[in-house]
């Protein structure tokens, strides 16, 4: 099986099956990674296929300066933070807040409180969003988060504290 870096070094030189294995290797991470933020399958799927074509585009211009999924959680976290910019008016008028009322009961209950989460995660501060979905949803190690965010391993550990800690208080756990 080949490595990444390998794949990409044939997509470069025209080998689109490289690609496509690429995309069968991280497409249910990355769908996984969206449906967990959002909550919502349609804009989980858009937002993976914005990625993957964001990633073909681009991928030409790959450096080999950083591990590919580096490269890949950098552009999942600025297609979250679009997704957030363009979505800021249903937090704000938490159209998001009413799942479904034909789920059961518990189902319902699971749903309001991962919305309820999602929403006040947007209130935060746009790093400490990243820290938080990357640390939490991604189980990244604070090193890689730190190297997509292009910050140090110890600024991504107090962002990360600092944002439980707000998320806290919003919530009401002081």
């Known amino acids: 099986m080949k490595n990444d870096h390998e794949l990409i070094r044939e997509f470069q030189n025209g080998d689109e099956n490289s690609f496509n294995i690429l995309t069968k290797r991280y497409v249910q991470k990355i769908y996984g990674y969206f ?3 959002t909550g919502d399958e349609m804009d989980a799927e858009d937002l993976t296929q914005d990625v993957f074509l964001k990633l073909y585009k681009n991928l030409k211009k790959f450096r080999f300066e950083s591990a590919f999924t580096t490269y890949l959680y950098r552009i999942n976290s600025n297609q979250i933070n679009s997704y957030f910019r363009k979505s800021k008016w249903r937090n704000l008028l938490n159209l998001d807040d009413y799942p479904d009322l034909t789920d059961e009961p518990e189902n319902y209950e699971r749903e309001w409180t991962r919305q309820k ?3 006040v995660i947007s209130t935060l501060p ?3 969003q990243a820290v938080v979905t990357m640390r939490i949803i991604q189980q990244l ?3 890689d988060i730190a190297e997509v965010l292009n910050i140090s391993d110890n600024s991504a550990k107090v ?3 600092y944002a439980i800690k707000r998320l806290k208080e919003k919530i009401g756990e002081k």
């Open 126 to 128: 746009k790093k400490q």
């Open 35 to 37: 449906i967990q933020i």
């Open 117 to 119: 989460l999602r929403n």
């Open 141 to 143: 190690p604070f090193r």
């Open 159 to 161: 962002n990360f504290h």
